[in-house]
């Protein structure tokens, strides 16, 4: 692919080191081509026989990595404020699941909707998700639990990522909850998603990653070892809702199986958190869903840090635990709800949440990275974490092509 080479000037990158620390580079100019980051450092050392076909002077704007949302429900039909109000009534999660409301609500509006409905619904919350910044946003099934809803929701994902938004990465999450009304054993109805259903949605290029609820209300370690083994056979990382309700014992299995991430973790304890360093699993963490569940229970971020596994920051954006779109607003909440420094959530929703991913191409600025980029109207790059309900988005870059650029901002830059 060749896109336009392009030369921005005046940028001031804001990025995360390794150890986490955050870089904070004034005057900088970023060469882009072929959607790649060929170069970058201080404009004064600016190579001479670059042949940009278009430069733009971005006037000391803070630019980092574009934001990577490494765990989102996005494509659902229906809403859950019913969920809500029982929740701030006093019902438990757990019993509104039961009572028939929870995720099998979403399951029947999902099944019910039309594919054209739930892509334009999915669009409209890209765009806005877009507006906050991220440029690669994964996305998993899970409200279908059906063969064919299960294919029309990662359709539709397939489809978002062509619209040059934001990348598209899906995830199959067969395993969310038990289909309601299904007569056989969990073993039985995973056996079935495993051996029939993700061979077939693999065969149709659908899929890049496997997914799991391991909990009490969901699937047990047990359980989920036929349906992982089938997925690490297909060639596929696997990852999984872990310990977000109760302490399941699950890290061990997550552990063998070289797991990508373990999302969730605000039960896991110390033993789970050894097992998870010694996979390298990247650890996601989820504040809206603990702050719309009003859960008093937080990771365990200071062994995490202590263990050396890799945190990353999500939205964990879905209609029933967390109606959140905003992963500069996820964190803000890593930060003052779980304890992460302003750098940890940085490289939280950039170079940990792409490791998340299984995506070594993004996530920094360095030579040879994609050139997926958001450019803020903010001095610093802690900035990001210390708003509340308002992004200083400026402009996003997708593999070098700008996609998102806030017309009235623009607008009011010009008449200055
Ligand atoms: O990540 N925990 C399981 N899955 C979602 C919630 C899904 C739902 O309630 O619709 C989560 O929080
Ligand atoms: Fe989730």
């Given at each position: 692919m060749t896109g336009p080479r392009l030369l921005l000037r005046g940028a001031a990158i804001g990025d995360t080191t390794a150890d986490?620390?955050?870089?904070?580079?004034?005057?900088?100019?970023?060469?882009?081509?072929?959607?790649?980051?060929?170069?970058y450092g201080p404009e004064a050392k600016l190579p001479s026989g670059l042949r940009p076909d278009q430069e733009i002077e971005l006037g000391a704007r803070l630019v980092t990595p574009g934001l990577v949302d490494c765990h989102t429900h996005l494509v659902y039909a229906g809403k859950r404020v019913g969920d809500f109000v029982h929740r701030l009534a006093g019902s438990r999660y757990e019993e509104i699941s039961s009572g028939g409301g929870g995720i099998a609500s979403t399951v029947a509006a999902t099944r019910a909707a039309s594919e054209e409905a739930l892509f334009e619904g999915a669009k409209a919350r890209l765009e806005r998700m877009s507006g906050y910044g991220a440029t690669t946003v994964e996305i998993k099934s899970g409200y279908g639990l059906d063969a064919r809803t299960e294919e029309k929701i990662l359709r539709v994902a397939r489809r978002l990522g062509g619209i040059g938004i934001a990348e598209v990465r899906t995830t199959f999450l067969g395993a969310h909850a038990m289909p309601p009304g299904y007569q056989r054993s969990k073993e039985d109805y995973l056996r079935e998603m495993a051996e029939e259903v993700l061979p077939r949605l693999i065969s149709e290029g659908l899929v890049?990653?496997?997914?799991?609820?391991?909990?009490?209300?969901?699937?047990?370690?047990?359980?989920?070892?036929?349906?992982?083994?089938?997925?690490?056979?297909?060639?596929l990382p696997v990852k999984a809702h872990l310990d977000q309700l109760t302490e399941t014992g699950g890290g061990a299995l997550l552990a063998r199986m070289g797991a990508a991430s373990a999302d969730h973790l605000e039960y896991s304890g110390t033993e789970t958190i050894a097992e998870l360093a010694s996979a390298g699993t990247v650890a996601v963490l989820l504040p809206g869903a603990y702050y719309f569940l009003r859960e008093s229970r937080a990771p365990d971020v200071a062994t995490l840090r202590a263990a050396g596994v890799p945190m990353a920051v999500a939205t964990d954006h879905n209609p029933g635990t967390s109606p959140l779109e905003s992963l500069p607003l996820a964190m803000n909440m890593a930060c003052l709800l779980f304890g992460l420094t302003p750098a940890e959530a940085l490289r939280g929703a950039t170079a940990n949440a792409a490791r998340a991913l299984g995506l070594a191409d993004r996530g920094a600025i360095a030579k040879g990275m994609r050139a997926d980029l958001a450019v803020w109207d903010a001095d610093t790059p802690a900035e990001l974490s210390y708003n509340i309900g308002f992004s200083p988005l400026h402009s996003t870059f997708v593999k070098g092509a700008i996609c998102r650029e806030d017309s009235r901002r623009t607008d009011a830059n010009e008449r200055t």
């Amino acid at each position: 692919m060749t896109g336009p080479r392009l030369l921005l000037r005046g940028a001031a990158i804001g990025d995360t080191t390794a150890d986490s620390g955050l870089v904070h580079l004034q005057g900088q100019a970023i060469y882009i081509r072929d959607g790649l980051i060929a170069w970058y450092g201080p404009e004064a050392k600016l190579p001479s026989g670059l042949r940009p076909d278009q430069e733009i002077e971005l006037g000391a704007r803070l630019v980092t990595p574009g934001l990577v949302d490494c765990h989102t429900h996005l494509v659902y039909a229906g809403k859950r404020v019913g969920d809500f109000v029982h929740r701030l009534a006093g019902s438990r999660y757990e019993e509104i699941s039961s009572g028939g409301g929870g995720i099998a609500s979403t399951v029947a509006a999902t099944r019910a909707a039309s594919e054209e409905a739930l892509f334009e619904g999915a669009k409209a919350r890209l765009e806005r998700m877009s507006g906050y910044g991220a440029t690669t946003v994964e996305i998993k099934s899970g409200y279908g639990l059906d063969a064919r809803t299960e294919e029309k929701i990662l359709r539709v994902a397939r489809r978002l990522g062509g619209i040059g938004i934001a990348e598209v990465r899906t995830t199959f999450l067969g395993a969310h909850a038990m289909p309601p009304g299904y007569q056989r054993s969990k073993e039985d109805y995973l056996r079935e998603m495993a051996e029939e259903v993700l061979p077939r949605l693999i065969s149709e290029g659908l899929v890049d990653a496997v997914d799991a609820f391991c909990a009490e209300i969901a699937f047990g370690t047990k359980e989920l070892e036929i349906y992982y083994l089938a997925a690490k056979r297909l060639g596929l990382p696997v990852k999984a809702h872990l310990d977000q309700l109760t302490e399941t014992g699950g890290g061990a299995l997550l552990a063998r199986m070289g797991a990508a991430s373990a999302d969730h973790l605000e039960y896991s304890g110390t033993e789970t958190i050894a097992e998870l360093a010694s996979a390298g699993t990247v650890a996601v963490l989820l504040p809206g869903a603990y702050y719309f569940l009003r859960e008093s229970r937080a990771p365990d971020v200071a062994t995490l840090r202590a263990a050396g596994v890799p945190m990353a920051v999500a939205t964990d954006h879905n209609p029933g635990t967390s109606p959140l779109e905003s992963l500069p607003l996820a964190m803000n909440m890593a930060c003052l709800l779980f304890g992460l420094t302003p750098a940890e959530a940085l490289r939280g929703a950039t170079a940990n949440a792409a490791r998340a991913l299984g995506l070594a191409d993004r996530g920094a600025i360095a030579k040879g990275m994609r050139a997926d980029l958001a450019v803020w109207d903010a001095d610093t790059p802690a900035e990001l974490s210390y708003n509340i309900g308002f992004s200083p988005l400026h402009s996003t870059f997708v593999k070098g092509a700008i996609c998102r650029e806030d017309s009235r901002r623009t607008d009011a830059n010009e008449r200055t």
